[in-house]
């Protein structure tokens, strides 16, 4: 008697969504992603720094160039942590739907899996077309210092983890380096020397436009040495 072969079923990739402003990137949303990526068996987690958060537009926010830019900073050791652009190229305000409507083309084989904190959490269940979402993702809410992880029975949708307590934010971070105080730890070295580098955060009541920069080319790589006519 034939038999036919046995094929193992395929597993879909298992990819987590880390969405935040990373107004700067710090440890907490390190370990959010290192500990839902565990607990869920991820593959990679992919940070998505937002374009202008609406939930954000009255507050000045810097420049998406710096916030991307301290994510790869942040992310790079992690062979299974990456940065995407999605949010921060498309035009107008960052929706979640979007976002992961934009990671889902980019990545149809994957299964996604978004990551927030308990407080975000809290403020994308009082969203009106919340229920749209569901189906885009499996939602992780993480604890957090300060939030109540609340229970909103969507255990098909939406998982609850705790994870290590971490008292970090980045509007503690800004106003640290506003007050002249350290964020050493609080943020990866290389995020620390990126905000020193740009002079981030120090005039934190300031213009933020004052710090806009172009995406970062070397000089030497962008322009050709002058040719010697002689
Ligand atoms: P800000 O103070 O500017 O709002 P933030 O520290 O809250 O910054 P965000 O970029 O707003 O950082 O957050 C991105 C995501 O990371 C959100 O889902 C948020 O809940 C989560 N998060 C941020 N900090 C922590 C933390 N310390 N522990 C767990 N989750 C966190
Ligand atoms: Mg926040």
Not at 46 to 63: L, N, R
Request: charged residues 25%; hydrophobic residues 35%.
């Amino acid at each position: 008697m034939t038999q036919t072969p046995h094929t193992p079923p395929v597993r879909r990739p298992r990819l987590g969504i880390m969405g935040g402003t990373f107004d700067p990137i710090h440890h907490g949303h390190l370990v959010a992603a290192s500990e839902v990526a565990a607990e869920f068996d991820l593959d990679e987690v992919v940070f998505v720094p937002t374009g202008q958060p609406w939930q954000k537009s009255d507050k000045e926010v810097s420049p998406a160039e710096h916030r991307y830019l301290m994510t790869v900073v942040a992310t790079a050791s992690n062979p299974r942590f990456s940065v995407s652009r999605v949010d921060i190229d498309r035009p107008g305000q960052t929706y979640t739907a979007d976002t992961l409507d934009d990671v889902q083309s980019l990545r149809p084989d994957a299964d996604l899996f978004f990551i927030t904190g308990a407080d975000a959490m809290e403020q994308i269940m009082t969203w009106k077309d919340v229920e749209q979402l569901w189906g885009k993702a499996h939602f992780v809410g993480v604890s957090r210092p300060g939030h109540e992880l609340t229970d909103f029975g969507l255990s098909d949708e939406v998982s609850l983890m705790e994870i290590p307590a971490m008292a970090i934010s980045s509007t503690d971070c800004r106003d640290r380096v506003a007050a002249g105080k350290p964020v050493w730890y609080l943020v990866p070295d290389g995020v620390v020397q990126y905000i020193g580098k740009y002079g981030l955060y120090v005039d934190n009541k300031g213009d933020f436009s004052r710090h806009n920069i172009a995406p970062y080319v070397p000089a030497s790589l962008n322009n050709r040495p002058e040719e010697d006519d002689e």
